[in-house]
């Protein structure tokens, strides 16, 4: 099993920035390429970014593309989500997600979730 905790979300302004983390627990961490993803009010979730094992690749969703930043530290477990510009329709709960194949489809684990509000 691996746990997956969340943190960093809050109310921010348009514009600014966040940078959410996800700490990891119960399995080796470099095992795992993960993911991020977010869900807003009435939608369906949706795929933010992934990012490799070794952090060597990363992925992003066209509606974050250019403005957000995944990364990772193998030593701290951690997976990281920075944010720029950020705009109201950015307001949704994010996720973070493991998955040993990288199958961001249907990942094995999931945190929580930590909700990200961008106010005008």
């Known amino acids: 099993q691996v746990q997956l905790v969340e943190s960093g979300g809050g109310l921010v302004q348009v514009g600014s920035s966040l940078i959410l983390s996800c700490a990891a627990s119960?399995?080796?961490?470099?095992?795992?390429?993960m993911g991020w993803f977010r869900q807003a009010p009435g939608k369906e979730r949706e795929f933010v970014g992934s990012i490799s094992k070794k952090g060597g690749r990363t992925y992003y969703a066209d509606s974050v593309k250019g403005r957000s930043t995944i990364s990772r530290d193998n030593a701290k477990n951690t997976v990281y989500l920075q944010m720029n510009s950020l705009k109201p329709e950015d307001t949704a709960v994010y996720y973070c997600s493991a998955d040993i194949s990288g199958n961001f489809n249907s990942p094995a684990y999931w945190g929580q979730g930590t909700q990200v509000t961008v106010s005008s």
């Open positions: 119960g399995r080796t961490f470099s095992w795992y390429e």
